[in-house]
C-alpha cells in the first residue's frame, strides 16, 4: 500500500510496513527521553540496527543536558546494520501528561528531524507515526499536523527531496492518507 503526493519538487511518500526494512538515508525512531531502547518501532529499530545503536545512544546521552533528549527534540546517530544510514531519534510528546502543549511538541519532533536532515545534506528520510503508541497521541489528530508540519517545511526549504511514512497498518495508513488529501486539496 503506497501513496504519493508532490510537494514542489519533493515527494511525500506514504506506506504502509515495516520502517527497519526502509533503504531511505534515515529513519526516524519514536525514542523516550531516556535514550536507552525501548518497545515498538524504537524496540525494533534497535534489535535490527544492532548493539551498537545503543551504545552510541549511550556516547550521545553523555552529551545532552542531564543525559536527557526532551520532549519534542531529534537527534541523530549511525545506523549501524539497518540499510538506512542513519537514525534520527525523536521524543514524542506523552498525550495524556502534555495536554494543551502535545500539539506544538509533536511537531517540534518533525521539524527538529528535517532541520538535522537538511544540515547534513540527507536525500531522503522515512518517518513512523511518532507518538501514536505507548504516547497515546490519538492518530487521527496527529495525523494532520504530523503532516502539516513536513508539507510546511518542504515548502520552505524545498528539501529533502524525500520524505516517507512507514505506517504500521493499513488503519494508520488510511488516516494519514486521508489528512494528507485534506491537506493538500
Ligand atoms: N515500523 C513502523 N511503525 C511501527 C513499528 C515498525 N516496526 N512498530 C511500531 N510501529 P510507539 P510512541 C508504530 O509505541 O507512541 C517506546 O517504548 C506503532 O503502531 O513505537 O512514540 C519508546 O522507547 C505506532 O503507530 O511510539 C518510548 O518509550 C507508532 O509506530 C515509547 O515507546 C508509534 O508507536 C514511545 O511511544
Redesign the pocket.
Known sequence: MQHSFAIGDSKLDLWV????TQTTDAIVS???ALLL????????IHRAAGPELLDACKALKKTLPGGVLRTGGAVITPAFKLAAKHVIHCV?PIYDREGPEAPELLSSCYREALAIARERALGSITF??????????P?DDAAPIALGTVIDELRAHGRPQLVRF????AT?FNVYRRAGEALLR
Open positions: 510496513g515495516d520502517i527497519t519514536a525514542a523516550n531502547g525501548g518497545g515498538g518501532v524504537d524496540g525494533a514524542g513512523p507515526s511518532i507518538a501514536t503508541g505507548v504516547y497515546g497521541y492518530v512507514s505506517l504500521f497498518d494508520i
